[in-house]
């Protein structure tokens, strides 16, 4: 991913929380057979110190790319945050100068690492009650994977496959306004705030 100094983000504690905040993200496996690009809900790990964490996802088991990554393989996970078009009509400086153009805001984390395949059920059940635990925390009813007929769960179990990923390197982009004059990052803030899309308020507040 092309990234300018003034878009780089490199706060690691900054890029696990985005991972945690937009944990929906794009598996992407290059081999010999080509590329491969699957899109997975995945759970942030980080309980060892001194690692940039593992990602954990599942896939279903009649999915052949799983085998792909048998013998450990290298794998890039891209997530997408809020993203939004910038229009020109919101810089001050359009007034003075005339000179600005479109541009679009968006935030996303690359994390490239080596993948391993767990079939093991024990490993299977606590991921997805740890996913599932994730998501569901905000629910005013949470559900639980224990609400649902043990026998019932252990079937659909044994129909996927585990992904754990190392994470060796990580690369954020915040493209926010950082290169505009503070005006001009005002205008466009006021002009994502007052537009009608969840998208455009979210990257509003990572505009600074």
Not at 27 to 40: F, K
Not at 43 to 65: F, I, S
Not at 133 to 140: F, I, R, V
Not at 172 to 190: F, I, M
């Amino acid at each position: 991913m092309y990234v300018p100094g003034h878009y780089k983000e490199d706060d690691i504690v900054k890029l696990q929380q985005y991972i945690r905040d937009y944990g929906f993200g794009l598996l992407v496996v290059a081999d010999a057979d080509g590329i491969e690009a699957n899109h997975v809900p995945f759970k942030l790990v980080t309980d060892q110190e001194g690692t940039l964490g593992q990602l954990h996802c599942h896939l279903a088991r009649n999915n052949p790319v799983w085998k792909r990554m048998q013998d450990g393989a290298r794998v890039l996970v891209v997530f997408q945050g809020p993203d939004a078009y910038i229009s020109p009509s919101w810089y001050a400086t359009k007034a003075e100068t005339g000179r600005v153009v479109p541009t679009w805001n968006y935030l996303a984390v690359h994390a490239e690492g080596s993948a391993r395949i767990v079939e093991d059920s024990t490993w299977l059940k606590h991921h997805l009650r740890q996913l599932t635990d994730q998501h569901e925390s905000g629910m005013s009813t949470p559900w639980s994977v224990d609400d649902a007929p043990a026998e019932y769960t252990d079937r659909l179990v044994t129909a996927i496959v585990g992904v754990e990923i190392t994470i060796e390197t990580l690369t954020g982009k915040l493209k926010a306004s950082q290169n505009q004059p503070e005006r001009n990052r005002a205008g466009v803030k006021a002009g994502l705030e007052a537009g009608d899309g969840t998208q455009g308020r979210e990257m509003a507040r990572l505009i600074s």
